[in-house]
């Protein structure tokens, strides 16, 4: 976050707000569509000439994440899987901007050359307004060079955030056998972190995003973060 810009102790200390823009993974299996996006570093869409996110805040969004599972445990809106990126990069370097709502007659008042921004917005049958949605333009939003401290990831459960986010590795050990007078080597079986990440829990019990951001920084990559 750019200490340079005077909104953002205001910003930081509002829970409606986040450092981050997230994108929640959908579909009947959720968690192979983020194992899919984190090897491929890409986020893809076939529908659209963009890429969608949100602004919502995640410590805010868990109540949405639970009201999707309930209404449809199928094939929810949003998953309780999801990645977040740093919202001032994704403006500055990667030119994310927020939607712009309106009328369709509006549309038409607006270049078309914006129009990948545009969302109609009617009161009564298509008021989508409440997921904040900003967007990438383009149909995929390779993330392969975007700075990883700033990158976290959400699962719903330890198990699953672990898999997601370790890495599997292997360190040598020994043990000295007393028989032969000499020292076995043998291997370790390891899960080194490689992302940063939490829970829906544990962002549950956490006032707002800005404090889930700063806990990010007890989180060193390489450490062993066990298998579970």
């Known amino acids: 976050m750019n200490n340079k810009n005077k909104s953002n102790h205001l910003r930081s200390i509002r829970s409606d707000l986040s450092p981050y823009l997230f994108h929640y993974t959908k579909g009947s299996n959720p968690y192979a569509n983020m194992e899919s996006i984190l090897q491929e570093c890409c986020l893809k869409s076939q529908k659209h000439n963009y890429i969608c996110f949100t602004d919502a805040p995640a410590t805010s969004n868990i109540p949405l994440l639970e009201y999707m599972y309930a209404k449809y445990p199928q094939r929810p809106m949003y998953s309780h899987y999801g990645i977040g990126f740093s919202r001032d990069i994704m403006y500055e370097k990667y030119d994310a ?35 904040r949605e900003w967007r990438i333009e383009g149909n995929n939003f390779d993330f392969s060079e975007f700075p990883k401290e700033h990158i976290i990831i959400i699962a719903p459960t330890k198990v699953d955030l672990n898999s997601l986010i370790g890495e599997e590795d292997y360190e040598v050990d020994f043990s000295y ?35 889930v951001s700063a806990k990010t920084e007890n989180q060193i990559f390489g450490e062993d973060i066990g298998f579970l």
Request: proline share 3%.
């Open 97 to 131: 901007r927020n939607v712009i709502y309106g009328t369709l007659k509006e549309k038409e008042l607006i270049d078309i050359s914006l129009h990948w921004r545009f969302e109609e917005m009617n009161i009564e049958t298509h008021d989508f307004s409440w997921l």
């Open 177 to 211: 056998e007393h028989e032969i007078r000499s020292s076995i080597p043998y291997l370790i079986q390891t899960n080194k972190r490689k992302l940063k990440g939490f829970t829906t829990e544990e962002i549950k019990n956490t006032p707002n995003d800005f404090t």
